[in-house]
């Protein structure tokens, strides 16, 4: 357990690193800064859970196990992701959504996309604009992909220990 915790902990504390240097980098205000943040997020993730699950897989732990273990770590950290998230959206830099909504509106008006329609794509859009839900929604994204890569990795990263069959009653 003590190897999920650090790894949840040590999760959380990297991508929350990542979410501070992405915004004094202005990388929201570039309209690929969303891929951009998800995709090295992912990576750090990826790391981590590879770390752990060695870790566990040393434990003895088969493929359910891993997927629980690097499920478990991924909710731990994405806990402390939740918080930083909220923390930097609204006290660090409570600009940031506008902000990369301005780019994301000019990206728009760049391709010759009509007012009508970037108004309606704004709109549709606002609800999840909020620095709650922008965290909340990298909690969930966290957990999901931490449970992916946990059912993949996990059919590498195991413990190879036969396990002794049970005599029958």
């Keep these: 357990m003590k190897t999920i915790i650090r790894g949840g902990i040590l999760l959380g504390i990297l991508v929350s690193i990542w979410t501070f240097l992405f915004g004094m980098m202005n990388l929201h205000r570039n309209v690929t800064g969303g891929l951009t943040f998800a995709l090295v997020a992912t990576v750090i993730e990826l790391v981590v859970l590879v770390w752990a699950l060695k870790r566990t897989a040393a434990e003895g732990r088969g493929w359910f196990g891993q997927v629980s273990a690097g499920t478990l770590l991924s909710f731990v950290g994405g806990c402390l992701i939740l918080a ?6 609204t006290q660090v830099n409570p600009n940031y959504t ?3 909504q301005e780019a994301q509106i000019a990206a728009l008006r760049e391709a010759n996309v009509d007012e009508a329609t970037i108004q309606q794509q704004m709109a549709a859009t606002e609800k999840f604009q909020t620095p709650i839900a922008q965290a909340a929604v ?4 966290t957990v999901i992909t931490g449970f992916i890569l946990s059912a993949i990795l996990g059919l590498f990263i195991r413990s190879k220990v036969p396990r002794p069959a049970t005599a029958p009653a």
């Design 138 to 141: 990298g909690f969930i994204a």
């Design 84 to 89: 930083t998230s909220y923390l930097y959206l």
């Design 98 to 100: 506008a902000e990369a």
